[in-house]
Every structure is written in C-alpha cells, then in structure tokens.
C-alpha cells in the first residue's frame, strides 16, 4: 500500500511512525525543511527548561521523507500528490495532515511581530530576546501564557494582552483566570485583559484604551486556524476544517485527515492528544483493525515552571460544581459533575489531585460521593498518621513480627519497662528494628498516661 | 545448636537451630522466628505416595520410572518435563538441570524463578552484561541519600531488610498501594497499575531536560545514550502524568532527589511482573545509567531478589534456556565446557526449552510433554490464570512431585515423593546480595523421608543416565564449580563450607561484564497493560504478598501462629469503590477477570488506589484471575497487572472461595 503523508507534524509523522504500518510505502510530505519535531516541547525551549535535542520525533527507516517540498496540488482523478518540484507521487491512501496555522489580527505593525508556532518562530524569538527588556504577549491562551512565562524567565518583563474578559476563556471560567493572572503577576508578568490591540510598534505596544508597553519584542499568540487550502482546492468538504468521519476519511474514500486541520463531528483539536489519538486510529484502520474515532478527552497541561495548572473536558458545563479558591496561595479548584462522572475540571496551583482528576475524566469512572477527598487527596484517611499515644490497640507497632500495641502493653503490664524486655516478651523489633523507637515512645505514653488503651475492632 | 539459615527469603537470616528444631538469632522476622514449626507439620509427609496410597521408595520409584519409559517410547524424550524452584539449594538448581538434560534427555525444564525474576534478569544482563541482584552490599543502602524502590515492599516481604531503609535521607516508593513501606518514605508515588515503564521514561526525560545527566560517566562508562535519550523524547512530564497519574511536580522532585548522590535504584516484583516488565526495569536502568549511578561507590542500580534462592536457583542450570555459570545453552563452547565435566557429548545436550508457563500449558497438549516431574514447586497455586494450568496438570499422564507437604500441586499427582527440608539437610543458598551462604542439617528429618538430591540420583541410576550422579551436596557443589568455571557466574573459588561472594561485593567499579566493558543503554517505549480497564472490566487487580506468608503458602499456611496472624484471603479495596458496590467491610465480594473467579472478603482501606484492587496470593485464588500474558523477552506473566470486576456477594461466606468458574466467551 502506498501512503503518502501531507505534513510532518505532530499528527503526520505520528502516523508515519506507528509500527502498524511498517510493511506500508510512506512518504512524507513537509513543509517545513527539518526533521519532524516535538511542537508541544517548544514552551519548554523558549524556556531553557527542555534541550533542543529533546524535540526530534525520529521516523523508521524506510520512511520517504520529502522535507522542505511544498504540496501545491492532489489530483484525486489520478491519485496523484503534486508537489511544487514538479513532482508527482501515486498513493493509493493520501492523508491530510498539514495542521494549522497563527491567526495574525488586522492591525498596523502586526509585521512586526513574531508568531509562536514553530521550531523557526521559536528561533527567531530567542534570537531577539537576547537584546530586549520588555517584551508583550498578544494572546492570553495556553500558548501566550507559556511564552510569557518562557520569556520572564529569561529575565524579561512580559506584559500580556488578551481580549476577553479573562485569561485562557475557553479552558477556565472568571475566577480561575483572575487566580491565573495573580500567580502570573507574581512571576513578573503583567496582565491587561478586555482589551484590545490597537497597533505594534518597533519599541512599544499600544492598546485600544490608549495605554502604551515598552516592547522590544511582541509576540502573537491569538489562535490558530486549520490549514485547508489543499482540500478545499481538490473539492473536498471543508467546513472550519477539513471534514472527516469516524474512520478519518474526507469526502473522497482515499483521502483521510488526522490533526489540526480535521473536523471530526463538528470539532477541530488544537492537542497533541488528539493528534495521536487519530493517528492510532487511521494506522489501525489502515492495516485492517476495526478501530474507530469517536472524539477525544480533552486534557490541557500548561507547561511551564512553577505554573500548575489542568483544565479538563468542559469547564462552563452545567452540572453540580465543587469549587475551592484561594487566590492568594495560587490555589483554584473546580470540579463540574453530571451524571456522577467528571464533565470538566480546573487545577490551578500544585497539586496530587492532578493524575487522579485526569484519569477519572479519562475514563468517566463514578466520582466518590466525599468530593473534598478528590480536591485534598492529601486529606485522605490512609494519610492520617497518629502518634503512638493515639494509636489504637490493634494498630501494628513490629510489622516484622506482627505485635500489636495492645501486645506491647500486655508486656508492659507484666514488668516490660525497657524496649529491650519488650522484645524478649513479644519479639516486637527483633527483625529490621525500626519500630523500637516506637516501642520507647510507646512505653513512655504507658508510663504518662495510666489510661487503658483503646480496644479497637 | 547448629548455625544454619532461615527457609524463606532471599536475605537467608542466619540463625541457629537446636537438634529438637528451637531456633534462636539475633533479628529474623516473625515467619523466621516461627520456621521450626514446619519442621513439625502436622501432614508432613514421611511416605511416598502412589495414586494417593502409600508405597514403598522402591515402589515408588520403580512407578516413576516405568511411567517415563512408557511415556518416552512413546512420544520420544521431550514428552517428559521437569519443573523446578527457586527456593532450592544450589546443588539442587544445578543437579535438577543435569538430571533433566543428562537423564531424561529433555530439554523441557524451567522453574518457577520465571515468575519471580526473569524481567529483571533479562535486562541486567543486557544492559550490564550480567544479572545479579544486588551488585553492592546491602548496608550501601543506608547509606545512600536517595533510595527510589520501585515496586517493592520489603516491609512486608522480607522485614528485615527494612534496617538498610531506615538510613536513607529520602526514600522514594512507587506503588499502586501505600504499603507498609510506602508509609515509611518521603514521597510515594501512587501509580497507575502497568505504568511503571512510563514513569521511568518520564524520569529520563526530565532528568535530560534538567540538564542532571552526568555526561563524563556516560561518555566513558556506557554506550547507546543517544539512542535512549531519543526514546524518551516523546515522554514529556505532562504525557507521562496522563498515563501514570503520577503528578508533575512529583516527577520533577524526584528526578532531583535522584540526581544528589549517592543514590540507589532498586526494582521488585511490582514494576517487573508484566509483559513489559524486561523494558521496564531497562527504563530504570537507563534512568540510573544517565545519573551516574551503577558501578560507583554507594550508588547503584539492583533488583531486590525474593525466592530464598532466588539468585543461586537462577545461575546453575534448571532455567530452560541455561546451563551452569549461567551459561547460554545455544553457545557451542558452554555446551562443550559442561557436556565435559558431565561426561556427556555435547550433541546430546538438548537446546533450549519452553518457559515456565509456556510449558505448563502445553502439558499434555499434543506435542507437549506427557508427564512432568516436580520438585520444590507449587504451580498449581503459584502460576497465572491457574484453572488452565491445573486443567493442563490434570491431563498429564503422569505427574510426580517432591514436597515436604501435600501441597495443592501434589494432590493432583500419580506419586508423591516426601523430601528433606532446609534444617534437615546441607547445601548451599545465594543471598539477594550474592552471597554464597551454608545450609547446615541440624535437625533429623523423620524416619522414610529422603533428600531430593537422592531421588534426582536414584532415578537418574534407574533411567542408566551416563556420567556420574552423587547424592553427597558437598560432591555436588564440586561439580557445580567445575561446571560454573569460567563461565559467566564462577563458583569455581568458593568454598563450600566459608563461603563468599561470587565476582566481588561491589561489582562494576572499574567495568561492565560486557563485552567492552562499557553498560549499555537500550531504547524502550511504554506500551499499556495487556488488559486496560474497561466498562465490562473497570477495575485493576494488583497482587502481592502480605508479611505472615510466603509463596503458594505450602509452608506458612502450616504455622499456627502465622494463620493467626494472616488467616486467609481477602480483598482489599478503596472506600469510595467499596461504596459504590456496595460492600462493608469483611463482606465477601467476588473479583471475576476474563480468565475466572476468586471470591474473598473485603479489607476496606484508603491507602489503595480508587480504581485497583489487591489480593495476596499466598492462596488459591487470586491466580485464577490473573493474567498469562508474557513478556517477549523474559517470558514472565503479567501477573501483577489485569483488568477485573468487583462485585458484592452478599453475606452468603459460604461461598468464600468458590473458584475458576469462566465466564462465557472469556
């Protein structure tokens, strides 16, 4: 079989990586003149805080590769992918995977600033930031707010701009995003939202209420759109993107689409879980296994130091909501709930509860009736650990030998006042010995404290 | 008082036991302490029994040996199998390997260290060209700044080994459960059941992104970095919480915590009982590797061994694919070195066999063995999914087996052999440290019982096998040491009476057992349990051992004050499940996988996960459910990861293990 591969993305070289397809011909497609990379990882570049080797995404041997070689045309009548060197390659499968592209707002200088989208933009930045000060992020989304994070922690002042009423609307409600833009403020960052940006300037950001940044450098993070000019040049339906069924197939049964530039039942996805999750599945059904796509979790992470924050499935639902906030800790925690499973969630601030929340909506596994325990796992009763005074009388002191306090001050009773007596009576600390400075210690509350031991069970 | 070793564990606690079986040392554990009551067992066998009566020894062995000839003239040599131990003694390990190659001709032999230490054995080997458990001494331990134990819980599977853990400035646990040791550490990570791998990767990751490789070891000591590094590109911190719902932070704590040494990582059963887990444990490896740990002063990588011989029973040759010194069995020069010492042409010398539970299941198949000899093994219990493995037991032609006590694998046997046991007997043990330690006879065993090494000699007299077979352990370890030299693992310079360590206490110091001398880095990628949970399956199931038992519990389940200690089998689960079903505390609920059914009460503790479950499996039981599938490369199950369902039984506790019932279409 032959695949050929229209983008080198996180999508397209996903899928041309999957073992699945092995025994298949894949050629890959891309635009952009290097070896696939890891786009997720970029923050974390900008940052300092991931190594540039760390982003390759190695292809199998035996993987046509066809980078820096634009795809200008599909001839389906033919099955052809007609590339901007004159080449024409024959598939008997093409797959659509050329992502998505920065959407880049009207306004005077907007030439003048970078966007945040690939391995280049994230070059250019680090080479610009080295000689600025100040710097302003246009876009307070998930990637906005991982760049202005990148860039503070080089040592920048970073001022971020966002329309909406709050920081990253569409993964937090108001109150999360108010939490979001303390914990910022707190990491140097600036925050105006509601606002808009009137123009960009060489030094300097001006805003629609008249307020001006210094900027050395600004940043354009306002979204992105799908790229479908491909497709909807070879006629297939495309609507925000490129319109795909359950099995990731376009309009025409040869043609699939995975990635950014796929709207399956009506959603486009801007994740790398997706991504993946459809490469899986079109690898699947390319080599015959009856796996079908049915949508994905969504599951946003920001990355960034010392920044924690989770936002999970739909956040805006209706349901029940379980909410606790603490702006001034960073802190912010949401569960909505219908139907006893998770519909979304905001963590905002550190937190255990992150694996367990994610695995729960992962799987739409009940929600426990005690939903403080989900927001505090560290409150959970396993983790109540009493002193030896308090513990009950079956509690077990020796793990080694199994002798319970209730044993321990049987012996006591009957004369063992030292840990050592203790251990020839009942062999408590006779094996790893840990236990015997609880045995003193337990000896000691004896000795206090008269009073009989609780008898437990 | 004679000084002799404890029965169970890999540490092999010394102690000193009285001709009338009293036992006194300075620290063993509670079953330590009460071993001398299985010297005293009420259903100790003393006679050999056929078809369930008892017989005569010649008789019996007369029985034996008809039934192989029968069985061999029938279906040719490998139709008889031989499944051994890791709880036997080094002259055993070796003489069972001998008498199955030489004797029976087969090459259907492996034992059940399959099920305990294949993973990590397969992956120390590739990656330090030599497997032994611990290459440092234990008391490095407590010395260590860090300590990462991954999948273990010494606390309760060999107690005394918690001294080594009380030192350490932080120690680190990994466990789907906060056990008894996870209690004892800084930060427990609760993952994720069948993660393990992910977690590793992620470590890696991290430890790279935060610039904590330590690149002069890596560059002078080791090999294939890039391409492990590059393997774990695609394990971001944030991927790697999605999958073993270990959270960030926690990662990136321990990365660091790692990176200040000296620091040690240790693996068990937990993170190496899966079809991944020879992956898993090279995960970690790589992990310790990139940190600059293996072969340094007070740093290291181990995996801590369980089977009181555990490490010798994995050297000498009872291993389907192995002969003695850990010899490769498709190497021409080790077949030629042993065939020598054996007295043997090495053409004769069968070539590698199935594994341990790829054998069980094609017992009595056709083309699989017809009869199969047992010694120091309890499969029937011990094994995953085991109503096949039983099934397979039951269609043999023939079964025997050596055991001190009807064991459950022994009631389906045509002839039972009673044996000696550890204090009325001699020989040699290895340590989870590679020490060579002297099992001294200080009790008589009872009148009619005979030592294993003496049926492997009588059957091997009866069978005419060539060569020389002597019953006297002292003159075996001899030719075991004729037969290790020079090979991967020597005993060639250790006494049998004082002892030693083979190869140095601290191993790697100054090189690899590789061929150039360097470790080697090796890709992995995580791939997900064999069986995720699901709507039919929602559930994990986790198995493991609890402190007052042992193994399949043939000797344990015979001590009184064990019983009362850990009387039976039990469920143990989360508040929040536990009210979902609903079920209180001690009620029965039934555990069903799509192998079969196990029903036991309910221990109701918040110190599990929500969505995993744990049963001992010192019972039957808990192997019913568990799940065959093996590791490419170890062939161990994936016993300690499957998907379940739990459901509430009601008050009936009559019902209490009911098992191996399969569901329709399972």
Not at chain 1, 185 to 214: F, K, M, N
Request: aromatic share 4%; glycine share 10%.
């Amino acid at each position: 079989m032959r695949i050929v591969v229209i983008g080198n993305g996180m999508a397209g070289a996903r899928l041309a990586g999957d073992p699945r397809l092995r025994h298949a011909h894949v050629t890959v497609f891309g635009a952009e003149p290097r070896l696939p990379y890891n786009r997720v990882l970029l923050s974390g570049v900008l940052a300092g805080t991931t190594q540039m080797s760390q982003l390759t995404m190695p292809l199998p041997e035996g993987v046509d590769t066809r980078f820096g070689v634009k795809v200008t045309a599909i001839d389906r009548a033919a099955r052809q992918v007609v590339a901007e060197d004159g080449s024409r390659t024959a598939y008997d499968v093409c797959v659509l995977a050329t992502g998505s592209e920065p959407i880049m707002p009207a306004m005077p200088g907007i030439e003048l600033t970078i966007p945040f989208r690939t391995l280049d933009d994230c070059e250019r930045i680090l080479g610009r930031a080295r000689g600025v000060r100040d710097a302003v992020v246009i876009g307070g989304g998930l990637l906005g707010i991982e760049a202005a994070r990148g860039l503070a922690m080089r040592g920048i002042r970073v001022t971020v701009v966002h329309l909406a009423g709050h920081l990253m609307e569409r993964q937090l409600d108001p109150a999360g995003g108010e939490v979001l833009a303390r914990t910022l403020a707190g990491l140097g960052i600036t925050v105006h939202v509601g606002v808009s940006v009137a123009a960009v300037e060489p030094t300097r950001v001006l805003l629609a209420d008249g307020t001006a940044i210094e900027a050395g450098l600004a940043i354009a993070s306002c979204g992105v759109r799908p790229v479908t000019s491909l497709a909807r040049a070879a006629g297939l339906a495309v609507e925000r993107g490129v319109v795909v069924d359950d099995l990731l197939r376009t309009s025409d049964p040869a043609v699939y689409a995975i990635g950014e530039c796929a709207q399956h039942r009506g959603v486009t996805y801007g994740l790398v879980g997706p991504c993946w999750e459809q490469a899986a599945v079109l690898a699947a059904h390319l080599t015959g296994e009856p796996l079908r796509y049915s949508g994905s979790r969504t599951v946003t992470r920001l990355k960034a130091p010392n920044l924690e924050l989770a936002s999970l499935g739909d956040v805006h639902a209706d349901g029940e909501t379980v909410t606790f906030s603490h702006p001034s800790a960073g802190i912010y925690r949401k569960l909505v709930i219908r139907d006893r499973r998770l519909a979304g969630a905001i963590l905002l601030g550190r937190s255990d509860a992150v694996g367990t929340l994610t695995q729960l909506y992962d799987r739409q596994s009940e929600v426990p009736a005690a939903r403080e325990s989900l927001l505090f796992p560290e409150l959970a009763a396993g983790d109540v650990a009493p002193g030896p005074a308090a513990l009950a009388g079956t509690a077990t002191i020796c793990q080694c030998n199994a002798v319970s306090k209730t044993r321990i001050r049987t012996a006591w009773l009957a004369g063992a006042g030292t840990a050592a007596a203790v251990s020839r009576e009942t062999r408590a600390g006779t094996g790893c010995g840990t236990c015997l400075p609880v045995i003193e210690s337990l000896l000691g509350s004896f000795e206090d404290s008269l009073a009989p031991v609780a008898e437990a069970g | 008082m004679t000084r002799t070793h404890c029965p169970y564990c890999a540490l092999q606690c010394a102690m000193d036991v009285s001709p009338g079986g009293l036992i006194s040392a300075e620290s063993l554990c509670q079953k330590g302490w009460t071993a001398g009551e299985v010297l005293r067992a009420p259903d100790r066998l003393t006679t050999p029994l056929v078809d369930g009566r008892p017989a005569t020894w010649d008789d019996a062995l007369g029985q034996v040996v008809s039934r192989i000839q029968r069985v061999r003239a029938a279906c040719g040599p490998d139709c008889v199998a031989v499944f051994g131990g890791g709880g036997l003694t080094n002259e055993k390990a070796y003489l069972l390997g001998k008498f199955a190659r030489v004797a029976l001709r087969t090459s259907r032999i492996d034992y059940n260290g399959r099920f305990c230490m294949s993973s990590a054995a397969a992956a120390l080997r590739r990656a330090f060209g030599l497997d032994r458990g611990l290459p440092f001494p234990a008391a490095d331990i407590a010395a260590a700044r860090t300590v990462l134990l991954v999948g273990a819980n010494p606390a309760e599977t060999m107690p005394p080994f918690m001294r080594h853990l009380r030192g350490p400035k932080r120690l680190i646990v990994v466990d789907p459960r906060r056990t008894a040791t996870a209690k004892l550490a800084g930060t427990h990570l609760q993952i994720t059941p069948g993660t393990d791998l992910a977690l590793a990767l992620g470590l890696l990751h991290l430890a790279i992104a935060d610039g904590l490789v330590d690149t002069g070891y890596v560059a002078s000591r080791t090999s294939g970095f890039e391409q492990a590094a590059a393997a774990s590109n695609d394990y971001w911190p944030e991927r790697v919480e999605r999958i073993t719902g270990v959270a960030v932070h926690r990662l990136r704590e321990v990365v660091r915590a790692l990176a200040r040494r000296p620091a040690i990582v240790l693996s068990a059963r937990g993170a190496e009982q899966h079809a991944k887990g020879a992956d898993t444990v090279t995960a970690f490896i790589n992990l310790a590797l990139a940190l600059g740990l293996p072969g340094r002063p007070g740093c290291g990588f181990g995996t801590l061994t369980g089977q009181g011989n555990g490490q010798g029973g994995r050297e000498h040759g009872q291993k389907a694919d192995q002969l003695p010194g850990y010899r490769d069995i498709r190497d021409p020069a080790a077949r030629a070195h042993v065939a020598a010492v054996w007295g043997v042409r090495p053409e004769d010398l069968p070539g590698p066999g199935p594994s341990a539970y790829e054998l069980l299941r094609s017992l009595g198949t056709a083309g699989g063995p017809r009869a199969m000899l047992v010694f120091g093994s309890n499969p029937a219990v011990s094994a995953p999914d085991a109503s096949v493995v039983r099934e397979r037991l039951r269609a043999l032609d023939f079964l025997m087996v050596c055991d001190v006590v009807p064991s459950e694998t022994a009631a389906l046997a045509d002839v039972v052999l009673p044996v000696t046991q550890w204090a009325e007997e001699d020989g040699t043990m290895t340590t989870l440290e590679g020490e060579v330690v002297r099992r001294r006879r200080a009790v008589d065993p009872p009148p009619g019982v005979r030592s294993d090494l003496d049926v492997m000699c009588e059957l091997a007299r009866r069978l005419d096998a060539p060569g020389e077979f002597t019953p006297d352990p002292r003159r075996v370890y001899a030719e075991l040491q004729r037969a290790s030299a020079g090979g991967p693992v020597d005993y060639s310079g250790i006494d049998y009476d004082t002892g030693g360590v083979w190869g140095g206490t601290r191993m790697f110091q100054d090189r690899f057992a590789t061929a150039d001398g360097r470790a080697l880095f090796v890709p992995v990628r995580f791939r997900p349990a064999e069986e995720d949970v699901c709507a039919d399956f929602p559930v994990y199931l986790t198995t493991g051992r609890v402190a007052q038992q042992y193994q399949s519990g043939a000797q344990t389940r015979r001590v009184r004050e064990l019983n009362r200690a850990a009387p039976g089998p039990f469920v143990e689960l989360h508040p929040d499940l536990a009210a979902q079903l609903p079920v209180a505390d001690g009620e029965v609920v039934r555990v069903t996988s799509r192998r079969g059914t196990v029903t036991a009460p309910a221990r109701i503790t918040a110190t599990i996960r929500r969505d995993t479950v744990f049963m001992p499996f010192h019972w039957p039981g808990a192997n019913l459910v568990t799940n065959p599938a093996l590791d490419p490369m170890s062939r161990m199950p994936e016993l300690k990861v499957c998907a379940v369902r739990v459901e509430a039984v009601g008050e009936n506790r009559s019902d209490r293990q009911r098992h191996g019932r399969r569901p329709a279409g399972g």
